[in-house]
């Protein structure tokens, strides 16, 4: 268990920390393939847990989540709500709308050992409803941070998500702890997005 003592010099590394939608250490080596959505019999055989691959800061998750695109969109595009459901986030909010553009802010909180460090990150997104959202980091404490989300439809009431995400954290004195923290939280923000757009049903 964790301990409450904050340290007088943070971790960088932990200052860094970013999710962003903030994820697995225990990778699946056969992740479901976006053209296998077209094969229904496929899909209902495939394990629902979230899938990571990749490495080194870039990476592509995905996760199936029974629930309409609709509702699925509605939680991805939650911005001003998603410290209520979204792992490490104690703070969100839209900081600017001009049509299907919009900035929004997050702070996320992350503890591990002796370490409690917040992460600020200001990210502009771009919608195509319902099928993607383009993001990338214009402030914050990563040196960049850009990707998608895409929603493809399997069935009315069944969706694969796909994230696929590139993260620079800039100077740190670990990558690979780094990247470790990252990819772990990366499957626990899928696993998250998946409870909340199934609750919404």
């Known amino acids: 268990m964790p301990f409450n003592f904050t340290p007088q010099k943070p971790n960088p590394v932990l200052t860094t920390f970013v999710s962003v939608l903030g994820l697995g250490l225990t990778l699946i080596n056969s992740p479901l393939a976006i053209g296998e959505i077209l094969n229904p019999t496929l899909i209902a055989s495939q394990p629902q847990a979230a899938t990571v691959t990749g490495k080194e800061g870039q990476y592509v998750a995905k ?4 629930s309409s695109a609709d509702t699925t969109w509605k939680v991805l595009t939650d911005y001003n709500n998603f410290y209520r459901f979204l792992p490490n986030v104690i703070s969100s909010k839209v900081l600017k709308t001009e049509g299907n553009q919009k900035t929004f802010e997050q702070i996320y909180q992350v503890q591990a050992l002796v370490f409690k460090q917040q992460t600020r990150v200001v990210i502009a997104s771009t919608e195509t409803y319902p099928q993607q959202i ?3 980091r214009v402030d914050g404490d990563l040196k960049a941070l850009q990707g998608t989300w895409k929603i493809e ?17 800039g100077s740190t004195p670990s990558l690979t702890l780094f990247y470790n923290i990252y990819e772990n939280s990366l499957k626990q923000t899928l696993g998250a997005i998946k409870k909340e757009a199934e609750s919404r049903n």
Do not use: C, G, R, Y
């Not at 996760?63 to 029974?66: H, L």
């Open 134 to 136: 383009a993001f990338k």
């Open 63 to 66: 996760i199936i989540v029974n």
């Open 153 to 169: 439809p399997i069935s009315a009431k069944q969706v694969l998500i796909e994230h696929q995400v590139t993260v620079d954290p």
